[in-house]
């Protein structure tokens, strides 16, 4: 029977995203990719590429659907008629922490994998997923003083999403227990009130 070379892509990209969530990026072998998808070596590097381009896929399917929590979670508060700004950031940092707590071994491999890439080797496509992530909050501040400023409101979306992410990875990613996590929102929320306070203060 002839393997449909998608169907074998996506196993693939399945194997490895469950390697490196058990073994982080150092379990991410070939040899046991192919034993387990039941196909040559050479198999597995015609269909992916190298181990790069491999580590690529997992990532963007992560980025991918912490995206797609995002969109959830901006659909769901506008069900709910929830339009107060800081209750809306803090909700989508709720979804990145609870994302990361789900995640954290593949997602520290992604941090891992971007940092030791310049970002000009990094394609289109790859970057895309990223700049999808600050307009979900770029979104939100619309509906504040940075609406009146496009290109201020992108930064300060990047802004936000860079101090949020770095309260999650400094004191999160990784570990399991109750009191980093709770840390980590009190860290959030006086970050979000604080932004939000002098965005109002503008306006």
Do not use: C
Request: charged content about 25%.
């Amino acid at each position: 029977m002839t393997l449909n070379k998608e169907d074998v892509r996506r196993q693939i990209v399945e194997i490895a995203g469950t390697l490196i969530e058990q073994g982080g990026s150092g379990a991410l072998q070939v040899r046991a990719i192919a034993r387990q998808a039941g196909i040559s070596v050479g198999s597995v590097y015609n269909i992916v590429g190298d181990i790069d381009a491999l580590h690529r896929m997992v990532n963007v399917g992560l980025l991918d659907e912490l995206g797609m929590a995002g969109v959830e979670t901006s659909r769901r508060l506008r069900e709910e008629g929830v339009t107060d700004v800081r209750q809306r950031l803090l909700a989508l940092a709720e979804t990145y922490l609870a994302f990361v707590e789900r995640n954290h071994a593949k997602w520290n491999a992604l941090l891992a994998f971007n940092r030791s890439r310049p970002t000009a080797e990094m394609p289109d496509w790859y970057m895309a997923r990223q700049e999808m992530l600050f307009g979900i909050i770029a979104e939100v501040l619309a509906d504040t003083a940075l609406g009146r400023d496009d290109q201020r409101r992108q930064t300060a979306a990047r802004a936000l999403w860079s101090a949020v992410h770095g309260i999650v990875t400094n004191s999160f990613v990784g570990r399991s227990d109750k009191t980093h996590a709770d840390e980590s929102r009190a860290q959030i929320d006086l970050l979000v009130s604080v932004f939000v306070h002098g965005l109002e203060a503008e306006a």
